[in-house]
């Protein structure tokens, strides 16, 4: 079964709005960690963001936060006032203590911000 | 700069040759992972080491192993290539290794093509 879930291959938003990239996870691991990170075309991977299972508040650094709802298993991305370096493919992942600890990747969202 | 580095950038072989990816983790960092990241399997988690041990593996091949040495600097062998392994291999780091350990850093990955 799908661990992490993006169902939004592609993505347009225009500069300046904000964007909300969806990410659902499945786990029955009360202890895991979900990560963001961001892939432009040059390939590197960059982290963007991390929330704990345990962590009472949503996280966020600088123009991204994340909407974390637990009940609902879900870990949305926000990216405010979009820039066009913005442009890139963007992971959701999740480590869970089952299995020891692997990082699960999601198919990843293509987010193109446009002028 | 992630602070994490990998050698070669990229690689051309043969098949049936045997390669080796060098990967030097973020000072301080105890846990380095490696995964592939291939156009049909997406990013693919491999495995994973916490200084020196060996603490999960992931979807890695038998043809493919790995160790991480006294130093904290980890080696990914893969041996008997086939053409299907060509990808972009990352390798990461992190402080610790439990589900909220936090960020993983990413190198800037090697790209394998097997001809």
């Known amino acids: 079964a799908q661990k992490i879930t993006q169902t939004q291959p592609g993505m347009f938003v225009q500069e300046k709005e904000a964007v909300t990239l969806d990410c659902t ?59 066009l370096g913005d442009s890139a493919m963007y992971f959701c992942a999740m480590r869970e203590v089952t299995g020891g600890f692997k990082t699960i990747f999601g198919a990843g969202t293509r987010l193109f911000v446009k002028a | 700069d992630s602070g994490v580095t990998q050698t070669p950038k990229h690689l051309i072989t043969a098949t049936g040759q045997r390669v080796t990816l060098r990967c030097s983790p973020r000072s301080g960092d105890l846990s380095v992972y490696w995964y592939q990241q291939s156009l049909d399997q997406g990013l693919q988690f491999l495995i994973h080491y916490y200084n020196g041990e060996e603490r999960a593996k992931g979807n890695i091949l038998e043809r493919f192993s790995a160790q991480q040495f006294p130093d904290l600097h980890s080696e990914l062998n893969l041996s008997s290539l086939e053409l299907g392994d060509s990808a972009l291999y ?14 993983q850093y990413f190198g800037p990955g090697t790209r394998l093509t097997v001809t």
């Open chain 2, 90 to 103: 990352f390798c990461a780091s992190s402080l610790s290794h439990g589900a909220g350990a936090g960020e």
């Open chain 1, 25 to 83: 996870y499945d786990t029955s691991d009360p202890s895991y960690g979900l990560f963001w990170y961001k892939q432009p075309s040059s390939g590197e991977m960059i982290f963007l963001i991390y929330q704990g299972s345990y962590d009472q508040q949503n996280a966020t650094e600088g123009r991204y936060s994340l909407n974390f709802q637990k009940a609902r298993k879900s870990a949305n991305l926000v990216i405010s006032a979009s820039q």
